[in-house]
């Protein structure tokens, strides 16, 4: 009878811890927690579900040895998969107990399993930015692009513009004023160019592009801040302009998240001119 031996490393003791807190996240919460549907509640089971089901894909390709088999580059989808993980897991671990503990009326079975929930989304987090620590590139490592900061940097903006557009979604808030639809405007192309750079790169089709593919990284990068500051100060301005809607928690939240998405663009750019001019 054939022995399987299963390598070990301690990436991958970490992808299994992660792997077993996120089942237990969502597991313990949709058993037990009688939570409502829809809205946020859902959110946070999306957000543990996937991380589980994407961490077993790669534990399952690299144990099997698939990876020549699947059209993607290996060298940045588990990285990937691993930051998007780690970002859901920490918006769930904030998410789930403002929205599901501070409930007074919460008591009981319940309440010990929403606060089951909310230990092991943290716990898995944290096992999540573990993994990225330890895939990650280290200076002279040759390395996919994702897992180098410019990389990870676009899975934060991405992540940062998807929260953005839950928040100023519901109710909408920014069909006011022209300004405001400019600032909608420019989450969206910002969005759509950052989820674009991911898939070129996790699909391997960089060369596919007219230009160095430095070049239009650089690009991208000076026109994406050059566009986030401009929405960085006009959202505040006409958003708390008492001639239009007054200020709310979620219009605030998007002003951070603005000013939080143009400093991810401007330090992506400097890796991205840094980059550019080391290959020159």
């Keep these: 009878m054939p022995l399987i031996v299963l390598p070990t490393s301690q990436l991958l003791w970490v992808r299994i811890v992660a792997l077993v807190f996120s089942c237990v996240a969502f597991s313990v919460a949709a058993h037990g ?18 991380s589980f089901a994407g961490t077993l894909l790669v534990l399952l390709v ?8 699947i059209p993607v580059s290996w060298s940045n989808f588990p990285i990937t998969m691993a930051c998007y993980a780690a970002l859901l897991c920490l918006s769930a ?19 010990d399993h929403r606060i089951a929930s909310t230990v092991f989304s943290c716990l898995a987090a944290v096992a999540y930015v573990g993994e990225v620590s330890l895939s990650k590139a280290r200076p002279g490592e040759v390395a996919g692009y994702m897992a180098t900061a ?4 676009k899975v934060c903006q991405t992540f940062v513009a998807c929260v953005i557009f839950i928040l100023v979604s519901d109710p909408v808030s920014y069909d006011q004023h022209a300004a405001l639809k ?30 160095p593919f430095s070049r239009f990284l650089s690009a991208y990068g000076l026109l994406a801040a050059a566009m986030y500051l401009t929405a960085t100060i006009i959202w505040p301005v006409f958003q708390f302009d008492k001639r239009h809607q007054g200020s709310n928690p979620k219009l605030i939240a998007v002003a951070v998240l603005t000013a939080v998405n143009f400093l991810l663009y401007l330090a992506d750019l400097a890796y991205s001119a840094r980059l550019v001019f080391v290959s020159i």
Excluded at 33 to 50: E, V, Y
Excluded at 62 to 69: N, S, V
């Design 150 to 153: 410019p990389g990870l940097l």
């Design 182 to 211: 400019w600032c909608m405007a420019v989450y969206c192309i910002c969005f759509i160019l950052s989820v674009a750079v991911v898939v070129l790169c996790v699909g391997e089709c960089t060369g596919c592009l007219p230009i």
């Design 93 to 111: 671990s904030i998410i789930f107990p403002l929205w599901f503990l501070k409930d007074q009326d919460s008591r009981g079975e319940r309440r």
């Design 62 to 69: 690299e144990q099997f040895g698939l990876q020549a088999r």
């Design 33 to 50: 927690a009688m939570l409502p549907h829809g809205g946020m509640a859902d959110w946070c089971i999306f957000c543990w579900a996937f």
